[in-house]
C-alpha cells in the first residue's frame, strides 16, 4: 500500500462534483476512485474506493466503533446503509486492498478531523504523487 498517497487522495472526490449537503458526495470514494485508478496504481485507488465501505465493516465487527464516530460521521454512515450484515461482512474481507481501505478508514478517524493537525504543504508531497503516476 502506498498509505501516504492514499491518505493524501482520499477525499478527492468532494472536489469533483456537488455535495449532496453539508456533509459532501456520499458517494465520494468511489467518484474518487474512479479519478484516481485512471491515475494510479490499485495500491493507491482501491483503499480509497473502499475506506467509506470499511466503516461499515468496522461498525459491525467492533460493537464501539459507532460511538467513537464524530456525529457527521454518524450520519453519513446512515446514508451508506449503517452496519454492513455478516454476508457483507464476507465479501469485504475478500476484496483486494481490503486490510488498506481499514487502515486507512482508521487513519482517517484518529488524524483526519484534528483541528490543532500540522499539515504540511502540498509540495512536500508532489515527488511522491509523481512517482506513483501510471503512464
Do not use: N
Not at 461498525?59 to 464501539?64: F, K, L, R, V, Y
Not at 467513537?68 to 450484515?85: E, I
Not at 461482512?89 to 475478500?94: D, I, R, S, T
Amino acid at each position: 500500500m502506498r498509505p501516504t498517497a492514499a491518505s493524501l487522495l482520499h477525499d478527492i472526490g468532494h472536489l469533483l462534483v456537488e455535495p449532496d449537503d453539508e456533509y459532501g458526495k456520499h458517494t465520494l470514494d468511489s467518484i474518487g476512485a474512479d479519478w484516481l485508478a485512471e491515475r494510479y496504481p490499485p495500491a493507491v485507488s482501491e483503499p480509497i474506493r473502499h475506506h467509506v465501505t470499511a466503516k461499515r465493516y468496522l461498525c459491525a465487527i467492533d460493537p464501539g466503533y459507532h460511538g467513537r464516530l464524530p456525529p457527521a460521521s454518524q450520519y453519513t454512515l446512515t446514508k451508506r446503509g449503517g452496519p454492513m450484515t455478516p454476508a457483507e461482512v464476507a465479501a469485504f474481507e475478500q476484496l483486494d486492498h481490503q486490510s488498506e481501505a481499514v487502515q486507512l478508514r482508521c487513519w482517517e478517524d484518529a488524524f483526519g478531523k484534528l483541528d490543532e493537525a500540522t499539515i504540511l504543504p502540498f509540495d512536500h508531497y508532489r515527488p511522491l504523487l509523481e512517482r506513483l503516476v501510471v503512464t
